[in-house]
T-cell receptor, first 113, second 105 residues
Framework: DAGITQSPRHKVTETGTPVTLRCHQTENHRYMYWYRQDPGHGLRLIHYSYGVKDTDKGEVSDGYSVSRSKTEDFLLTLESATSSQTSVYFC????????????FGSGTQLSVL | QKEVEQNSGPLSVPEGAIASLNCTYSDRGSQSFFWYRQYSGKSPELIMFIYSNGDKEDGRFTAQLNKASQYVSLLIRDSQPSDSATYLCAVWVSFGAGTTVTVRA
């Protein structure tokens, strides 16, 4: 497996609380991505990063923010969690950007009650 | 309109048969195409990538790309029960909803 660790693996939280998910890589890859996966929708890109402090929005970025202060860490924050953000969240990495294959972490199951 | 569309399935095939998965995409300028396999409760893993028109074979898997028709396909020959999974078509970072394949022993 690519050296990608997501934490926590499972989380249950209440509506309105802030939540931060962490993705840590040991591959020194430049690009990192956050996806959510919901039945019937496949994987949808939330945000991605192309370097330290360089991030951009994906398809479903509303309600999410990200930060990348070190090459190896990419954080996803839900400022005020809603029930619609209940999902499985996957982090992915790629060595470079365009046209590159992705390697995925094991995922975080988030439930917002 | 979703950028990447897959035949929704589910697809059930007998062991030893060929499973055929299809995918279309909307951005004519796309250049990189991937197939990922995802077992239930697991993360996606890359099984094939293709950049040029034509066929690309890797073991029992063949990816086919037709840029003029904006069409990508995946063939799984001699399907095995271990091939039972959801297959995700991706155009760089945009994914289709996936096709679930069940191989009947």
């Amino acid at each position: 497996d690519a050296g990608i660790t997501q934490s926590p693996r499972h989380k249950v939280t209440e509506t309105g609380t802030p939540v931060t998910l962490r993705c840590h890589q040991t591959e020194n890859h430049r690009y990192m991505y956050w996806y959510r996966q919901d039945p019937g929708h496949g994987l949808r890109l939330i945000h991605y990063s192309y370097g330290v402090k360089d991030t951009d929005k994906g398809e479903v970025s509303d309600g999410y923010s990200v930060s990348r202060s070190k090459t190896e860490d990419f954080l996803l924050t839900l400022e005020s969690a809603t029930s619609s953000q209940t999902s499985v969240y996957f982090c992915a990495i790629s060595e470079e950007g365009y046209n590159e294959k992705l390697f995925f972490g094991s995922g975080t199951q988030l439930s917002v009650l | 309109q979703k950028e990447v569309e897959q035949n929704s399935g589910p697809l059930s095939v007998p062991e030893g048969a060929i499973a055929s998965l299809n995918c279309t995409y909307s951005d004519r300028g796309s250049q990189s195409f991937f197939w990922y396999r995802q077992y239930s409760g697991k993360s996606p893993e890359l099984i094939m990538f293709i950049y040029s028109n034509g066929d690309k074979e890797d073991g029992r898997f063949t990816a086919q790309l037709n840029k003029a028709s904006q069409y990508v396909s995946l063939l799984i020959r001699d399907s095995q029960p271990s091939d039972s999974a959801t297959y995700l078509c991706a155009v760089w970072v945009s994914f289709g909803a996936g096709t679930t394949v069940t191989v009947r022993a």
